[in-house]
């Protein structure tokens, strides 16, 4: 139960080593100075580093990417009140989640292009939680654009990432 004269103490289980991580934080960070005061502690971890509490931690809530077993058994044996932050789905870690609906955003993404002409565009992402779903969705509606006039379907090319160091090899063969 939160305690009401002291502010809320909420751990931050983000891993800080990439943009991504850095803006989730930052982005708590600015709510909490907005609408709190609130104490936060931030795990500053590497993305593949595991994220940890710190000993007889005594805090109200947690906000975590649970992108992981071991975190959904850290926030479980913690019994306190949680939110992921992360789009990955796993079984059984039913925590409130607030993430970006990345389908959402490939439709509108692959709508602009449709509106614009494009027949032909491509998604180099990871397909596990991409947005190329949305789309390849999109680009097959033959229904009518905004204006009302048909759209033909378009070709979508989904394509993983280039792991590291591929991109300086293909930029090596022109």
């Given at each position: 139960?939160?305690?009401?004269?002291?502010?809320?103490?909420?751990?931050?289980?983000?891993?800080?080593?990439?943009?991504?991580g850095r803006s989730i934080v930052r982005g708590i960070?600015?709510?909490?100075?907005?609408?709190?005061?609130?104490?936060?502690?931030?795990?500053?971890?590497?993305?593949?580093?595991?994220?940890?509490?710190?000993?007889?931690?005594?805090?109200?809530?947690?906000?975590?990417?649970?992108?992981?077993?071991?975190?959904?058994?850290?926030?479980?044996?913690?019994?306190?009140?949680?939110?992921?932050?992360?789009?990955?789905?796993?079984?059984?870690?039913?925590?409130?989640?607030?993430?970006?609906?990345?389908?959402?955003?490939?439709?509108?993404?692959?709508?602009?292009?449709?509106?614009?002409?494009?027949?032909?565009?491509?998604?180099?992402?990871?397909?596990?939680?991409?947005?190329?779903?949305?789309?390849?969705?999109?680009?097959?509606?033959?229904?009518?654009?905004?204006?009302?006039?048909?759209?033909?379907?378009?070709?979508?090319?989904?394509?993983?990432?280039?792991?590291?160091?591929?991109?300086?090899?293909?930029?090596?063969?022109?």
């Amino acid at each position: 139960m939160p305690r009401t004269k002291e502010p809320p103490r909420v751990a931050v289980l983000v891993g800080t080593s990439t943009g991504w991580g850095r803006s989730i934080v930052r982005g708590i960070a600015n709510y909490a100075n907005k609408h709190g005061p609130w104490h936060l502690w931030v795990e500053g971890a590497g993305q593949n580093e595991r994220l940890r509490l710190p000993p007889d931690w005594a805090g109200d809530g947690i906000i975590a990417r649970v992108a992981d077993r071991p975190t959904v058994k850290l926030l479980d044996e913690a019994t306190l009140p949680a939110v992921n932050v992360s789009g990955i789905v796993l079984r059984g870690a039913d925590y409130p989640r607030v993430a970006s609906d990345l389908a959402a955003a490939g439709r509108l993404a692959a709508e602009y292009l449709l509106d614009r002409g494009l027949r032909q565009f491509g998604y180099v992402g990871s397909s596990a939680t991409s947005a190329c779903p949305g789309w390849v969705t999109s680009a097959a509606t033959t229904g009518p654009s905004r204006r009302g006039l048909p759209r033909p379907a378009a070709v979508v090319r989904c394509a993983p990432p280039p792991r590291s160091g591929d991109a300086i090899r293909n930029s090596d063969r022109r």
